[in-house]
């Protein structure tokens, strides 16, 4: 990458790619990952930035993960699409724009199709993508690491839920700093 990505919470949301309930299953740590996502969402939330969600399927696939649904904010709703790419929903698109959307905070599933496609549109648009990599799975380990090993030199860049929210706070006189700290620990 021919620039330094520092994450702004003025110019970034937070994108949940497909974390639905039917992969509970097949995915191993299913509910780690649910769990670290609804702390992102609660992150995000503390620092106003926002938060687009998709849904894959949902009459197959079922809705989003119990442990996000909560913190998601009350007037939040699931962005159904049958691409695999979130950029081929309007409505994902819309809501980027709408909101003049340089930088998109990736998590979700699957690493190795969903938010692949999705990470490899937006850095086609000239949007900046950070992973949280703690954030994101596959059912299958070795998918997410070919995965993050492909977006990465596509251009994406790697990071993890604690990293990200403390970049966009920036300094610990931060209003939101005590709240982050608990939210994390």
């Avoid at 990470?119 to 086609?124: E, I, R």
Wanted: with cysteine; net charge neutral.
């Amino acid at each position: 990458m021919s620039h330094i990505s520092k994450l702004s919470r003025e110019q970034a949301a937070l994108a949940i790619i497909d974390m639905q309930e039917a992969f509970r299953l097949v995915i191993p740590d299913f509910g780690q990952v649910a769990s670290r996502i609804a702390k992102a969402v609660e992150g995000a939330r503390l620092l106003e930035v926002p938060v687009v969600v998709t849904e894959q399927y949902p009459r197959g696939l079922k809705h989003t993960a119990a442990e996000i649904i909560p913190h998601l904010p009350n007037d939040s709703k699931a962005i159904e699409k049958i691409c695999f790419s979130s950029c081929g929903a309007d409505d994902f698109q819309s809501q980027l724009i709408s909101r003049n959307i340089k930088q998109v905070i990736v998590c979700g599933i699957e690493a190795h199709i969903c938010v692949a496609q999705t990470v490899l549109d937006l850095l086609s648009q000239g949007l900046e993508v950070h992973l949280l990599v703690d954030c994101i799975t596959s059912r299958k380990r070795e998918s997410k690491e070919v995965a993050l090993a492909r977006l990465t030199q596509a251009g994406a860049v790697l990071s993890n839920l604690e990293m990200a929210l403390f970049e966009m706070m920036r300094t610990a006189d931060s209003p939101q700093f005590k709240a982050v700290q608990g939210l994390i620990k």
